[in-house]
């Protein structure tokens, strides 16, 4: 165990890997209503065709298209009523040479029919004529049987995070529920002698506890459940005791503060305490957030974060990102960005990748990034941001009127 | 009324602003650990200054910076050690001239002290001496009294949808609990004799139903709670005495399907009847989705959807973002996107703005959009679709291998 062995965030996030990619949730079975946002445990496999009849996607007039070629304003195709479809119900019957029957959106195309004509190029002229006024191309206006979804085709894979249109392709091959993952147990810790609780009553020289909330609300967007949110003195027994017990019963543990090299930081150690092999590093060369520990107990993953609720928050979000998506068996989704106008200059941090706070203003082109200065004390700063412009680790900073891409927080 | 009186996209959300910027959510009281998500009911006013004393940034000595000017590794300055601030306590002395006070980062650092040099930077000589290598800015790993906020400034406007940094705001001053409007309310209503409910036994001409799952999880993501999902057949009557149940008790009523001009497409005239002034528009110019219906009906919005699946979602999507913001009298946030490549042509829509569903590839460069063509009935179709490449109003098309924006469904 190195003390301050400070990696790059790449060889960070390769350390999550490395250490989690094995990491097995438990699996529960949710009703397709209340899947969304939840990540698949398995591979989905359609065991039917859909849709299993053909369709027609347009009002109109299921007809041969053989029987419309040439038909014109001028001189229209005129055809007989063979019928109408009604709507959930079989088209029970075989449409002939120079028939034609109406069939509404979604109805069933009768056998014989090759194409639909939309209904606004045809006018019914008796109850059993119609006139049509369009060419067709076969298959126009219909949707084949297994256009959709072919049977025994994998419709969705393990891992995937489940979108609401995603809902509709469990629903449609006939499934009421689904196997997802369990959301990963963390507990959030908080140290600190200056950390009052949210019912203590705050003396002076202390502040009230921030890291707890916002970290907790982070982890649940990413698709955690929270079940310990613990505010922790500067105490090594009480915090060994806090963090076993977390532990036990967690599959992340997070850690805020105490990860610096000050005089009553026990965390490190207690950390390492906790299961072989322990803490893998010490320090991220990133800004803000530098003093991060990453620890491997015994298999469950143990971080810790700094102190300062900005640095908290934004090195959680690069991180938990990356281990969520492990445990979930998956990769996390592509990044968007807004781009912008960087309004001043910016400066890198010497040998750390840095993420710069900023927020939008409208311009006459698009947007204006304006930088949000402060310390990373401040939560105010991270609040009042739309998101971060990132600078590599190897570049000195980022010129005035640049264009910068932005990442939303 | 007129039928298919068709209008913009833009004209749409102009209606809905017109119509709609007037309604009342109620509000209700929730902890601060469960308001991530929620819609801020009333400005924020901080009643404290955060923070209530200057705390440091760093590990390090509270110094004069007088008396480190010019101090170097070299020519250090040597000053006496006044003392130790411990975390959360007051340091209850002031700093004379030649005197230092070790503070740790959050520490509150003394009276009399302007600056703290980092530790890294000192060397402790003995119990009563340090000797510092570098001079110090006033105000240096200093945060002053309300650096962060400001006693009686406005911290948050009502509207705001709270992020995990949020919590820590409202939280840092003081609250435990926090007023948001109340989620609206909303049914989701599924038509046509062609829909399956998930219990049902399929017919051969039905299909599973499809938008009340994928319209109700979007509502819900966009911040909706979900009182109703019904699948209603065809039924001129039965159709009446559902939606006027619904009506009753949401703040917002989807319907899906029957907005076409078919035969059996009552829900024009059902949701016209509802209340006044009715229906405002019955079209959008908008592909996928023209048939869309927007209706006022006594003061609550109606919308009725396409049948097809992925029109549905992707008309919800829009009009439902605006209409969710309106109510929560906020305005969305600005949309990201990722910039990729075009694969192919893509045709516009004469007359109508068109959104093309595409999936991202990894390119040498960067990412290609990969049209992702098919029905709109086809909710795979949307379901493997990363984003969406948007084609104005009046534009023919976008030409492969141009830049385009793919904005994330």
Known sequence: MDLLNVISVEAAENLLIKNFSDYRLNTESVIIS?????????????????????????DGYAVRSVDVSGASETLPAFLMLAGEVNMGTVADYKLKPGEAAYVP???????????????????????????????????????????DIEEGCTVMEQG????????????????TEVEVFVKPAVSVISTGDEIAGPDEDIKPGQIRDINTYTIAAAAEAL??????????????????????????????????????????DYSLQVIDSLGAPGVLC????????KPTII???????VIGLPGHPVSALVVFGILGRTLVHLMYRTVPPVE???????????????????????????????????????????????ASSFGTVRIPLNKEGLSKGSSVRVYPL
């Open 34 to 58: 209340e899947a969304a946002g939840r990540f698949l445990a398995s591979d989905q496999v359609s065991a039917v065709t859909v849709p299993s009849f053909r369709r027609s996607t347009k």
């Open 105 to 147: 959106t979604g109805g069933m195309v009768p056998d014989g029919a090759d194409s639909v004509v939309m209904i606004e190029y045809s006018e019914k002229l008796t109850d059993d004529e119609v006139s049509i006024y369009r060419p067709t191309a076969v298959n126009e206006n219909i949707i084949n049987i297994g256009d």
């Open 160 to 175: 995937r995070k489940l979108k609401p249109a995603d809902l509709g392709v469990l629903t449609s091959i006939g499934l």
């Open 223 to 264: 698709g955690c459940r929270i079940i310990e949110r613990v505010v922790v003195k500067d105490d090594q027994q009480l915090l060994t005791e806090v963090l076993r017990e977390c532990y036990a019963k967690s599959d992340i543990v997070l850690l805020s503060g105490g990860s610096s090299v000050g005089v009553k």
């Open 282 to 289: 010490h320090g991220i060369a990133f800004k803000p957030g």
């Open 295 to 301: 620890a491997n107990a015994g298999g469950k993953p």
């Open 336 to 382: 968007s960005w807004v781009e912008a106008v960087l309004s001043e200059n910016v400066n890198g941090a010497a040998g750390r990748e840095a993420w710069q706070m900023v927020r939008l203003a409208k311009s006459s082109t698009g947007y204006e990034a304006v930088p949000v200065h402060g310390e990373s004390g401040l939560i105010t700063m991270l």
